[in-house]
């Protein structure tokens, strides 16, 4: 395959080997690790990856453009440490490189939740190919890439997409909703909340996944996968009025003194 492959890491061995393994026809894999303190790197190395390190950050983003600094072909396929791709679409992403006519793609990717493939979840699409020089990472948590060109979309199909092999526990879920809701509280701190809007906004959010994505076909799993969803969008705003709420409290016994 003439493009190479790129992967954030941080204690990512349990599916590593797979995505490796998915991928080890491809001409240089880069793994950009945040100092793992479990086999992550010894499996990488394993596999012939070259590895690099960043510092911990909570998240990913602040990593994705010195990773894609340091790949040295000119297209590349970013993957996170928990996603494969099948032959059909590698050939397909190198036909792309080839004929050169597009600045990125975006692929659509299978999810999973309690063992269950989530309708309400897939095709979730995502900017994952691109060649080097056409994109940039904003560096705040769950932002999408500034892409410089035309942008080419996969057909939605299981033999071209990204396998989400992740499945992720409540426990999971719980854990990195806190971690997550405090960045967005540093990008968005500052936006007022209103009481509608901690009502309207996690109802809409509901509704979105197990009604207009057809989560009610996934069963309980669908059920609480688009709970979860609700409750990461109050979480945030919950945390952003709390965090406006001790501004202006400080700010009151400031002006008091």
Not at 17 to 25: G, K, M, R, Y
Not at 38 to 62: L, N, S
Not at 100 to 111: E, G, L, T
Not at 202 to 229: C, E, H, M, N, S
Request: proline share 3%; aromatic share 12%.
């Amino acid at each position: 395959m003439n493009f190479s492959v790129a992967i954030n890491t941080l204690n990512a061995e349990h599916w590593l080997a797979d995505v490796l393994q998915s991928v080890a026809d491809c001409q240089e894999v880069v793994i950009c690790d945040m100092y793992s303190t479990d086999r992550t790197v010894e499996i990488a190395k394993a596999f012939g990856a070259r590895v690099i390190y960043h510092e911990r950050t909570g998240y990913v983003e602040p990593a994705r453009n010195f990773l894609l600094s340091q790949v040295k072909t000119e297209w590349i396929l970013l993957l996170d440490a928990d996603e494969t791709v099948s032959q059909d679409l590698k050939e397909l992403l190198d036909k792309i490189a080839q004929e050169n006519k597009f600045a990125a793609v975006k692929i659509p990717r299978r999810n999973y939740f309690l063992g269950k493939f989530m309708h309400a979840a897939s095709p979730d699409y995502n900017i994952r190919f691109f060649r080097k020089k056409a994109i940039h990472w904003p560096e705040h948590i769950h932002s999408t890439p500034e892409v410089n060109g035309s942008i080419l979309t996969v057909p939605n199909s299981q033999d071209l997409s990204i396998e989400h092999l992740a499945n992720d526990s409540l426990s999971d879920i719980l854990r990195k909703t806190d971690t997550y809701t405090d960045a967005e509280v540093k990008r968005r701190a500052g936006k007022k909340i209103s009481l509608l809007g901690l009502i309207l906004s996690p109802f809409v959010r509901f509704l979105k996944f197990y009604f207009l994505k057809k989560g009610f076909q996934d069963g309980i799993p669908g059920l609480i996968f688009a709970v979860t969803k609700a409750h990461y969008k109050f979480y945030t705003l919950a945390k952003i009025y709390q965090f406006s709420s001790r501004n202006e409290a400080k700010n009151h016994r400031t002006r008091s003194t």
